[in-house]
Each structure stands twice: as C-alpha cells, then as structure tokens.
C-alpha cells in the first residue's frame, strides 16, 4: 500500500456561463458603451462605477507623469486626446478573459473578476456581493501577484432572480446587456462602485507613506472614512443630471439601491435630501466598518469620522 499523498490539483476550473455574464455586466459597468445617448443628451455622471474607476483612474496617470496616459486604459480600447479640450475621448470596451471570466480595470493596478465565492458566513457578509483582493506595491519597481489587485463579484450573490441565462447563445457570446437584468446589473454596478472607490482611497493612503494595507494596519477611524467615501459613491449614490439643450429641461435622476426610490424623492428639499443621503451613508459605512471592528466600535468610528467631515 502506498503512502503517496493525493496530490491536489491545480487546474483551474473553467468559468460558468454565469460567470461571463457577471464579467459583461461589470464591463458595461465601468465602461459605459453609450455614455452619449441616441437622443444627443449626455449623462456622464450616471454611471457611479465608471465615475469611480474615472477618479482612481485619474489620480493614477497624474501621480505617473512620466507613463502614458492611454497605458492606464485595458486592451480593445481606443483612448485619444481631443485636440479643442485635451481630454481623453474613449471608444470600444475591454477584453474579457474567458478562461477566468475577468476583465482589466487599469492595466497593472486592477482587475476585475467573476467567480462563486461559496457560503455566506452568518451574520458578516450576507450583505456582501464582492471581495477585495489588493495589496499595492511599497515602491514602483516592485512586481506582485497577478492576483492582488482583483475584486471578485460573487456570482452566486451578485446575480439576481431577474438573471436568466441564455445557454442558446454558448460561453463565448457574453452578450447579456444590463437591461435584459437591470437588478443584477444594479448589484454588479454598486458592488464595483463601492470596492473601486474604496481601493482609490487604499492608493491614497499608500502615497501619503502610511504603508500598503498588509504592512501597516488601518485603524478604525481610517477605515470608517474609507466606507464613507465608498457609500456615498456606491449604495447612497445620488446624481440629478438635466439634459443641455432641451427646451422641456428634461432631468435624469439615479439613486443608489440604499437610497431607495420611494423613500427618497428629488420633490424633497435639498436639506431633507441630503439629511436622509447622511443617513444612509453612515449606516452602510458602519456595516462594512464592522466586520473588522465590530458593531460598537465600528458605529464609533463612523460617527466621530462623520462628524469631522468638511466634505460631506
């Protein structure tokens, strides 16, 4: 009889169809294909994963001087300067990997990936649809893992009943558009919204000197603003956008899910409005904060940070 150990395999296993689905609603996400609508109107600001990734995004190629700026942007995209404004103007959408069912965000930086993420521990992240892998490099020149800058959407969490996947069109078609499961692409939408604009705050953090996340702890107090800054991106998002050039002045309102649709009215006043957005924000911020400090601590912090915010 042997004594041989089994050895555990390494292979991969091979994204589902749910999860190239995932991947195209994360891509349609963060790279809106029609930012400019068929109507001539644009609503730039509508899109709170892709204004999240925008700022990170942005931050980045300032803080590079010396990298081309159309390096910061995934492969399959067209990125050129328009020559009345110097502003970057993008075309097309990023590649999706169909072995691992991921996509780049900003090459070099982070990626974004869909998988199942298995069970829900009870009473810490049943509220969660995404985890953060990062860990950013202390200098430059230093290489790290392929895999410590995703952020991986559950796919068994992420994607809602309104989710019916078409197994006609093959694994390869990743063809699903948001609307055909708006409340999925909502969650796919939040959750990237939330992890994108929280590890912005992570790179912040780093060039400031106070170290990469798993070299210096992050105390509570600097995760309650990190959550703040992410809620008020993500599920207490708010933007009222009226449409140039219209004689009706037609206006375009998007709401974060926390935010609610019949809770939350643009007929409210605006100190009605932004009362309830403070609200929402810091109950969702001390969700996320206390799963590292715990409910009490975690509501503390939140509070104090909230309470010395010039910004809010």
Known sequence: MSDEQPVESTIATPPTLRDLDCASLARDALFPPKIQREDGSHYETQFPASVALGAVRGDAIQNNPDRSPSSFFP????????QSNGELQLN???????TDASLQAIPNLLRVRCKPCGDIKPGKDEYNYFIEKYRLPKVRSEKISEDARDIVLCTDRIMKSDYNPNADNGPSSMSLPSEDAPQSFEAVETALAHAVTKIGSEVERERKGRGAPTDVPVTCQELAAMELKAAAAAECYYAKTTKTGSASNETMVKRGPALGHAGFSVLYPSAVREMLRDRCTKAVATKHTADEFGFRQGRKCVSEVFSSRVDR
């Open 75 to 82: 492969s399959g995209m067209a990125v050129v300067h328009d």
């Open 92 to 98: 097309g959408q990023p590649y999706i990997d169909e």
